[in-house]
């Protein structure tokens, strides 16, 4: 039973859409394709067939997901090729910030969606990798119950 006061007002205001970053975010990251190829990127895959290869996205709908993921600042092209021309792929600084949610995702993966996970990842420290979600300020592990839904500063 949920008995968060903090995040119950959201269903209690009038039903309509609701502008949201979530959504937003999904708006240039929510296709399967796209997140792949950032996957792939992350992994050091900058050649255009090899993520087309390694995600198995067909090159018309790797091509577009690439465009609207430059045009978002996700992504950058670099010429590494004149003759002919041809471009890699790399993340930009926003592109590098999804990793601690290509991780998250990885994770909820592992746990809820496959019989049993096709690699591990382990961390430098020697350990496998669990990524746990803390507020930056206190250390404490982030809950739903602990959040409060707040108009933002400055308004």
Request: hydrophobic share 40%; aromatic share 6%.
């Amino acid at each position: 039973m949920e008995n968060n006061v903090g995040l119950s007002v959201m269903a209690d205001q009038p039903v309509k859409v609701r502008p949201c970053s979530l959504a937003a975010s999904l708006e240039i990251l929510g296709e399967r394709w796209s997140l792949l190829a950032i996957r792939e990127m992350g992994y050091g895959v900058h050649r255009f067939a090899q993520i087309a290869g390694f995600t198995g996205v067909s090159r018309d709908i790797l091509a577009d997901r690439l465009r609207k993921l430059e045009a978002a600042g996700v992504v950058e092209r670099r010429q590494y090729s004149e003759h002919p021309p041809r471009f890699e792929y790399h993340l930009t600084e926003a592109g590098r910030d999804l990793l601690p949610v290509l991780l998250a995702l990885r994770q909820w993966g592992d746990k809820w969606a496959v019989e049993r996970p096709a690699l591990v990842l382990r961390h430098d420290c020697g350990h496998r990798l669990e990524v746990d979600h803390v507020c930056h300020h206190c250390g404490r592990a982030v809950n739903r119950e602990d959040l409060e839904v707040m108009p933002p500063v400055g308004r």
